[in-house]
């Protein structure tokens, strides 16, 4: 499957921003799909992920209540909706597929995750 993440930009402190991950060959509806960001200078780092039936997300505790991930498979993409951004969400966003077994703990690991979009950035200015 490739993926491509879009939706970033510049938004405020506070503002809100949906980003897609939409698969241009293959079928996502048949991944679990994890999102993830590294911010400059620092490491990737998890944001959250949705098991393939969609039934399962988790999330890092920086984004519970703030962050939200669904799934269209009608339209072949994953979307994460960030509210109440702050100037520490700034990143740039990848998300990415896996065929692993959705579990709380694997959904963290970057290698479990085969497949990635290339990344979109976000600023959030306070």
């Known amino acids: 499957v490739q993926l491509q993440a879009s939706g970033g930009g510049l938004v405020q402190a506070g503002g809100s921003l949906r980003l897609s991950c939409a698969a241009s060959e293959g079928t996502v509806s048949k991944y679990n799909v994890g999102w993830f960001r590294q911010a400059p200078g620092k490491e990737r780092e998890f944001v959250g992920a949705m098991s393939w039936t969609g039934g399962s997300t988790v999330y890092a505790d920086y984004g519970e209540g703030r962050f939200t991930i669904s799934r269209d498979n009608a339209k072949n993409t994953v979307y994460l909706e960030m509210n109440g951004l702050k100037p520490e969400d700034t990143a740039v966003y990848y998300c990415?597929?896996?065929?692993?077994?959705?579990?709380?703990?694997?959904?963290?690991?970057?290698?479990?995750?085969?497949?990635w979009g290339q990344g979109t950035l976000v600023t959030v200015s306070s």
């Open positions: 990415a597929a896996s065929v692993y077994r959705f579990t709380y703990r694997e959904s963290r690991v970057e290698s479990r995750y085969a497949y």
